[in-house]
């Protein structure tokens, strides 16, 4: 080890230059060992190496060397192979960086790693096994494996040599490449049979290193026997369906020599691709198997050429013929060669829908096929030639009872037992227009509210048609028509695709009940076709009128309504009857009356469904009596509406205390007219007309003041010319309905006239009650007529 020391310090060199330093080491030196001092290559100050923390940055997977923190030397830390770093390359260099830091600075180094003959020769091969004829001639050469050395230069492989012998030398060459065996003498096996010899591989370093590999030769027999086959041709014959596996055939071959020469292997000289995939033969038996489907109708005969090779390599051949016997192994096989679908639904009977060939691989009847279609009434089967058959029509199609046909073509040959094919033919029936929307319900009617806000809906108006598609696509529209001079548009529209009907305004039961048009259902066909349903709109009332009283009549507000009752009246006497209607219909237009106000409810009462006043008790013994009821009817809607009338009974003993009565009522409206009449003039005219038109007051009030009285008038000109019945004579008298009857009484000296009974012939009659609904609300028929006595001021 000595001198590879010294060859390590002084073999070794290192060169600097600026930030950058090259070594030059030789592989597998100790852990340890120093290569350079690398502070001193960098000229860094000894003293201060910790500081400045020297350390290497390898940018391979393995580092193998490092740096003494305290003396800056650059040693090895891991085992060096070159032939691992570098591999076969001629040069092996490994580039590090040397970091320093305080202050950081980064410097590069090279290290070149030199090869060693650390690695011996070896070859591929322990043993190198030879078979070598005896008839082989001196001169014949055998190749060799030859031997690797992974070592460069001198130090790799550099020579072979054999172990002496007097058959076999080495043939020399310039390069080591495969080595090669020379024969020297002829061989005889008789005499030797087997050599063995020793093949070095030598490399050239100065402590050379060999590799060692056994050559083993065996001498093989001459053959000079050919192998004979115990037949020139073999025919077999085969079922289709023999299984895989099933041996064929076994061939025989035998040879005179012996050993080798004498082993016989059996393989295929010439055989068909299609034979290849059917049979194989056994290389040691001969015997000839089944690996593929046999099949008929793919190949009838197999003509193949086996040949048998001896272990000398000489060959004889033989024919080999399979022929393939035929069985009813196929079915039946249907072909759709044309195909019409969708047929639209209007087709004649007899139209082509497909056309079908039918076949049947197998040979003589087994080949024969019989073909025909499950009962469909509306298709039919028609042979045609050549195997051939027609798929018709046999009727009409309707799509929408039958909107596709799966048809089965059954096909059967005649082989026993016969083979079936089925096959079944989707067939869809394409859709025509041949049906009208149908609605679904035969009228529709539609009981809405009255005063519902414009564009609500009404009714879901919906028909249905049987086709499909644009076919079945509907739209719809109402018909034109005018109710009391209006179109009907102007009262409902209608949704083109939904069929929702919607109120183009509000409804007044009162003013429309009912009405009726047509809606048309169209589908989009061509041509389209269309049909109508009567949509029937019936109002349903709501209570949005209040009764309207007729009597006493509302035109006498603002001033009072006197009902003279006689002294002599009794328990149970008919006062006078509250008359009212009501525009709504049903239980809205069911009244009631009712005393909202009464001084003594003991004296009078009213029928709750009538309305008549009568007298609840008998009369107190006075003078005269003056009461003012108020009466209240309201209907018997949701919520229920009311209204109110006014009377002022007076109990005297005979009309003419009925007068002083009526005079004590003031004349509010006389005095509300005066007042109007003064503000109006008072503003209008200048302050000097305003003096004469006090004046011309004061003469106007002197005037009235002078004139004769009500009273007088009716003592004077009028009361002699009237006759008065007697309540009891009138009390249950009914009057013909529509009229309404005033009395009046005038105590205006401008009015001074009593006038009887008279009808008033423009009552309205929408505010009358639907004679329908009379037995629910009040019976316009039975309206009493009030006593004369009755006195309107």
Request: glycine share 4%.
């Amino acid at each position: 080890m000595a001198w590879q020391v010294l060859f390590f310090y002084f073999g070794f060199f290192s060169m600097a230059a600026p930030n950058q330093f090259y070594y030059s080491i030789l592989e597998e030196l100790k852990l340890n060992s120093i290569i350079g001092n690398v502070a001193e290559d960098l000229g860094l100050d000894s003293s201060n190496l910790k500081m400045r923390k020297l350390r290497i940055v390898s940018h391979h997977s393995r580092n193998c060397f490092n740096i003494s923190a305290e003396n800056g030397n650059l040693y090895v830390s891991d085992r060096i192979d070159r032939e691992e770093i570098c591999g076969a390359e001629l040069s092996c260099f490994l580039d590090l960086e040397i970091l320093a830091e305080n202050p950081v600075n980064v410097f590069s180094a090279k290290i070149e790693i030199q090869d060693i003959n650390d690695n011996p020769p070896s070859f591929p091969n322990e043993i190198f096994n030879l078979r070598i004829s005896e008839s082989s001639l001196p001169g014949a050469r055998f190749v060799l494996e030859h031997a690797r050395d992974p070592d460069l230069g001198t130090n790799s492989l550099q020579s072979y040599s054999l172990s002496p012998n007097s058959y076999f030398s080495l043939v020399e060459k310039s390069d080591m490449e495969n080595p090669e065996l020379t024969l020297v003498h002829s061989l005889d096996r008789e005499k030797q049979q087997k050599f063995e010899f020793i093949l070095t591989a030598s490399d050239g370093g100065k402590r050379i290193k060999t590799g060692t590999a056994m050559i083993k030769i065996e001498v093989q027999d001459i053959n000079d026997n050919y192998p004979v086959f115990s037949q020139k041709n073999y025919k077999v014959s085969l079922n289709e369906d023999f299984p895989i596996g099933y041996v064929a055939l076994q061939l025989n071959a035998s040879d005179k020599d012996e050993g080798s020469n004498a082993e016989i292997s059996y393989s295929f000289s010439h055989i068909p691709e299609s034979a290849k995939q059917v049979f194989t033969i056994d290389s040691q038996s001969g015997i000839i198997k089944i690996i593929g489907k046999l099949d008929y109708e793919t190949a009838q005969t197999y003509e193949m050429m086996v040949k048998a090779t001896d272990g000398g390599g000489l060959v004889s051949k033989c024919t080999v013929s399979i022929q393939i016997l035929d069985l009813n192994d196929n079915a039946p096989e249907i072909t759709i060669t044309s195909l019409s679908t969708p047929i639209p639904e209007d087709s004649s009977p007899g139209t082509l829908v497909a056309l079908i060939n039918v076949k049947d691989l197998d040979s003589g009847k087994y080949g024969e096929v019989n073909c025909q279609i499950t009962e469909i009434k509306a298709f039919k089967l028609v042979p045609s030639s050549n195997n051939y058959y027609k798929l018709v029509t046999a009727g009409e199609l309707d799509r929408e009872t039958t909107s596709a046909y799966n048809i089965t073509l059954i096909a059967e040959d005649e082989g026993s037992p016969p083979m079936v094919t089925k096959k079944t033919v989707h067939i869809t029936v394409s859709d025509v227009n041949d049906n009208e929307p149908v609605f679904g319900k035969p009228f529709y009617i539609s009981h809405i509210l009255e005063h519902i806000p414009a564009g609500a809906s009404i009714q879901n108006i919906h028909a249905s048609d049987l086709d499909e598609n644009e076919n079945a696509r509907v739209t719809y529209t109402i018909i034109s028509q005018n109710i009391d001079d209006i179109p009907v548009t102007s009262y409902v529209s209608i949704n083109s695709m939904s069929g929702v009907l919607f109120a183009q305004r509000s409804f007044d039961y009162e003013q429309l009940r009912e009405f009726q048009f047509q809606v048309m259902a169209k589908d989009s066909g061509s041509p389209p076709l269309s049909s109508n349903v009567t949509v029937r709109i019936c109002v349903i009332d709501k209570n949005d009128n209040a009764p309207k009283i007729l009597y006493p009549s509302p035109d006498t507000e603002g001033s009072a309504l006197f009902e003279y009752i006689p002294h002599s009246a009794e328990k149970g006497y008919l006062v006078t009857k509250v008359i009212a209607v009501d525009a709504d219909s049903g239980h809205n237009a069911w009244l009631s009356y009712h005393l909202l106000q009464v001084p003594d409810p003991s004296i009078l009462s009213i029928g709750q469904y009538t309305g008549e006043i009568r007298i609840g008790r008998d009369l107190p013994d006075i003078e005269t009596l003056r009461q003012k009821i108020v009466v209240l009817v309201k209907d018997n809607g949701v919520p229920s509406l009311s209204s109110t009338a006014t009377l002022n009974l007076v109990v005297a003993e005979n009309f003419q205390q009925v007068v002083p009565e009526i005079r004590r009522q003031p004349n509010n409206s006389a005095t509300v007219s005066n007042t109007t009449f003064y503000l109006v003039i008072a503003i209008g005219l200048i302050s000097l007309l305003f003096i004469v038109i006090v004046l011309i007051t004061v003469i106007a009030k002197c005037r009235k003041t002078h004139s004769p009285t009500s009273f007088d008038a009716f003592n004077r000109n009028v009361y002699p010319q009237f006759t008065l019945g007697c309540p009891s004579e009138i009390s249950d008298t009914s009057l013909p309905f529509p009229f309404s009857y005033d009395v009046c009484v005038t105590l205006d000296s401008k009015q001074n006239e009593i006038a009887y009974l008279k009808p008033v012939q423009n009552v309205p009659t929408e505010n009358l009650i639907d004679t329908d609904d009379s037995a629910h609300g009040t019976d316009p028929t039975n309206v009493h007529l009030p006593k004369i006595s009755n006195v309107q001021v």
